[in-house]
């Protein structure tokens, strides 16, 4: 029997394998999407194909090495699980798993709902931006409209301020002080963006990710946290400027400061990818330790916990209210 309702979880995209071709490959796809790269086509394309790649594949490559798990990597992995355990605990919705660039594509996965009369598609981007989520919706309008898809479709733009997101970082933190311990600071990660996108598009990517930390921080002390709460910006790639503070450079002078004791969560990661157990779990976390640190916790992004799953199925439940 087909199901009435579909459910279309949208993650970034990642390598398929683990060789020079499939980075490229998947770095190109995704560098060349002008929502990622707003530079004209003629002047990007050489300088990716011949400056930029030859140097990011053999270097990310290793990095990608060290954190594949079970023939996959841990984004796709832990997108999967989220997707199959879903699957599970809502057996009356079609759940399907698409990333924006690379496999599971788009367009089958939304194919694949054709016969459910309403779908909700979430991109798994908690704080909105125009570099990911209004690629995602950019991508779905021009499927829509050249499939002749008329199915009613409701998009989550994003839930940075939801309670029920508030909640789950909350006690994702909450268990990592029981069982860490409780550090002197804690850091609060999200992935960065050119400045320029700010202006230049108006994206609110940043104002979503202040009231993400200012409701986290509100609920902390609501619950008598009041453990000092940082926020900052990590994974800056290219030349141009980014948005600041960055994370290492805080970490750094953290421990500058005699900070011996951090964690560090990534509130704008729905599931551990390359950004997370790479670059905070190992690079950062050496670097704090170099510059005096002692002691750095890395809180799991919440995956395929019960956390994330009550967290989807109330954002679910919200669409169906109020949109
Ligand atoms: C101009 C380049 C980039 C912008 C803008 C950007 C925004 C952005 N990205 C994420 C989430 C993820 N990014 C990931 C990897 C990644 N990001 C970039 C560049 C930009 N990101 C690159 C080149 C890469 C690949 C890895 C590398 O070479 O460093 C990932 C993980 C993918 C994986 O395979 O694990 C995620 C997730 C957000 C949320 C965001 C803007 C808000
Ligand atoms: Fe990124
Ligand atoms: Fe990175």
Redesign the pocket.
Known sequence: MDKKQGLLLVN?G??SSVTPDAIKHY?TE??LDRH??DLPAFFWYPILKYRVLPK?VPY?INHYKKIWIDNS???MHYSQQLCDKLQQVLPNIDCQLAMTYGEPNLQLALNNLKSCKKITVLPL?P?Y?T??TLAVLDKLKIIKSSQSITNNIHYIRDYADHPSYINALYLQIKQAFEEQGEPEVLVLSY?G??ERYIHKRKDD?IERCQLTTLLLIEKCEANGINIPIEMAYQ?K??KGKWVTPNTSDSLEKLAHNGVKYVHVVCP??SVD???TIYEINEENRELFLQAGGKKFYYIPALNDSNLQINLIKDLINYTQTYS
């Open positions: 970034l990642t390598p770095l995704f560098l990622v790269v990011r990310i990597s841990p984004l981007f704080q931006s570099t990911t992935h963006i050119p990517y994974s790639f290219g704008g990661f990818c390359i950004e």
